[in-house]
């Protein structure tokens, strides 16, 4: 039963991350053609912003080593007008990405100094300078420019992470010429109180809330809960991926990101539009969890597709 909840936004634009964060945490490397059709599926279901894969280095992350052969292959997307974003971290990235025709980038920063290192080499003021010419050109081509920010609530290696710090990256990621931000709970330790929290001082430093997308893990459970906590604060942007599929190959503890079919359950429950079709969306994700053969962690995946 749809019941329309009071001071929440009455549309979500939904950041479907599967075919980038999902896969790039997969052991085995799903064929270019598989990754092609999920994509193309997606599109189907009614996602209008599919974050395609990584121009990264291809030993970093070999799950996406092909993203010069699937980016094409995505062209009658792309033209349908669906965002394809793809993740940048320097200038080689991007000259391999714009070549191609993106006209969506995604930079990725860290809020601590330990996943800076581990997943950019960098620390996170270098990352910020190796990013500065990609962002510039980017604006200078008028390619739309994402900035993830990692680790905002807590680290694998230096534990609960204080907002100051998270602002002050954030902060310096806009002062780039980002024209939105993703905070990313990479390992999903994050509570409702303290995403407001996060939300409220960004807000006090000058980010606005309309430039603000939220992107939760679920290793806790708590990635639902967390997103109503940001919608209440009018957060519009969610990032979700089909199945649950996803993690972080350089952060060991994060487990899949919050299910796109578990949100659009919820959203659709409050009356908030999405425009997805959630049986099409399941069926997606039934048919990907069967090419990686393990069934969808998403719970809403498995009641919808449960026969009896
Ligand atoms: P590095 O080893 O310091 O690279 O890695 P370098 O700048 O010293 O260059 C070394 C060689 O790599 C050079 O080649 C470059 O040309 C080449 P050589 O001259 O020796 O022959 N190279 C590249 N080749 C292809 N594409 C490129 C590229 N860049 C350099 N883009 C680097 C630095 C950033 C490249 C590396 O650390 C890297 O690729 N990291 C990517 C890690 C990654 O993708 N992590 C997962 C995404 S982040 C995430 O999942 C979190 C998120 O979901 C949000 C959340 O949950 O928190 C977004
Ligand atoms: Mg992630």
Same mark, same amino acid.
């Given at each position: 039963?749809?019941?329309?909840?009071?001071?929440?936004?009455?549309?979500?634009?939904?950041?479907?991350?599967?075919?980038?964060?999902?896969?790039?945490?997969?052991?085995?490397?799903?064929?270019?053609?598989?990754?092609?059709?999920?994509?193309?599926?997606?599109?189907?279901?009614?996602?209008?912003?599919?974050?395609?894969?990584?121009?990264?280095?291809?030993?970093?992350?070999?799950?996406?080593?092909?993203?010069?052969?699937?980016?094409?292959?995505?062209?009658?997307?792309?033209?349908?007008?669906?965002?394809?974003?793809?993740?940048?971290?320097?200038?080689?990235?991007?000259?391999?990405?714009?070549?191609?025709?993106?006209?969506?980038?995604?930079?990725?920063?860290?809020?601590?100094?330990?996943?800076?290192?581990?997943?950019?080499?960098?620390?996170?003021?270098?990352?910020?300078?190796?990013?500065?010419?990609?962002?510039?050109?980017?604006?200078?081509?008028?390619?739309?420019?994402?900035?993830?920010?990692?680790?905002?609530?807590?680290?694998?290696?230096?534990?609960?992470?204080?907002?100051?710090?998270?602002?002050?990256?954030?902060?310096?990621?806009?002062?780039?010429?980002?024209?939105?931000?993703?905070?990313?709970?990479?390992?999903?330790?994050?509570?409702?109180?303290?995403?407001?929290?996060?939300?409220?001082?960004?807000?006090?430093?000058?980010?606005?809330?309309?430039?603000?997308?939220?992107?939760?893990?679920?290793?806790?459970?708590?990635?639902?809960?967390?997103?109503?906590?940001?919608?209440?604060?009018?957060?519009?942007?969610?990032?979700?991926?089909?199945?649950? !599929?996803? *993690?972080?190959?350089?952060?060991?503890?994060?487990?899949?990101? @919050?299910? =796109?079919?578990?949100? &659009? %359950? +919820? !959203?659709? *429950?409050?009356?908030?539009?999405?425009?997805?079709?959630?049986? @099409?969306? =399941?069926?997606?994700? &039934? %048919? +990907?969890?069967?090419?990686?053969?393990?069934?969808?962690?998403?719970?809403?995946?498995?009641?919808?597709?449960?026969?009896?």
């Amino acid at each position: 039963m749809e019941v329309p909840a009071q001071d929440l936004p009455p549309r979500v634009r939904i950041h479907e991350v599967g075919a980038r964060d999902g896969l790039q945490n997969e052991k085995t490397v799903v064929p270019t053609e598989v990754k092609a059709e999920f994509v193309h599926r997606l599109a189907a279901a009614g996602l209008t912003t599919i974050e395609a894969t990584s121009f990264v280095h291809p030993k970093w992350v070999p799950q996406l080593a092909d993203a010069e052969q699937l980016f094409p292959q995505l062209a009658d997307v792309q033209g349908a007008g669906v965002a394809l974003p793809v993740l940048v971290p320097n200038e080689r990235g991007l000259d391999r990405a714009v070549a191609l025709g993106a006209r969506r980038i995604a930079v990725f920063g860290s809020a601590t100094e330990t996943f800076a290192r581990r997943n950019l080499n960098r620390t996170v003021d270098e990352s910020l300078a190796m990013f500065e010419p990609v962002v510039a050109r980017a604006k200078d081509d008028k390619v739309h420019v994402r900035g993830y920010l990692s680790m905002c609530f807590g680290d694998p290696w230096e534990g609960p992470v204080p907002v100051h710090q998270v602002v002050r990256v954030a902060k310096a990621l806009m002062d780039l010429g980002c024209d939105e931000l993703s905070l990313g709970d990479t390992i999903g330790v994050a509570t409702p109180g303290h995403v407001q929290a996060l939300l409220a001082q960004l807000n006090e430093e000058g980010v606005p809330t309309s430039a603000i997308g939220v992107h939760f893990h679920d290793t806790y459970g708590q990635a639902l809960a967390n997103t109503l906590a940001a919608l209440q604060h009018g957060v519009t942007t969610v990032d979700a991926s089909a199945g649950g !599929l996803g *993690g972080c190959p350089y952060a060991k503890s994060a487990t899949g990101n @919050l299910a =796109t079919e578990d949100l &659009v %359950w +919820m !959203l659709h *429950g409050l009356g908030i539009e999405t425009g997805v079709d959630l049986g @099409l969306l =399941t069926a997606t994700s &039934v %048919w +990907m969890a069967e090419r990686l053969g393990r069934p969808s962690p998403s719970r809403t995946v498995r009641a919808l597709s449960h026969k009896e």
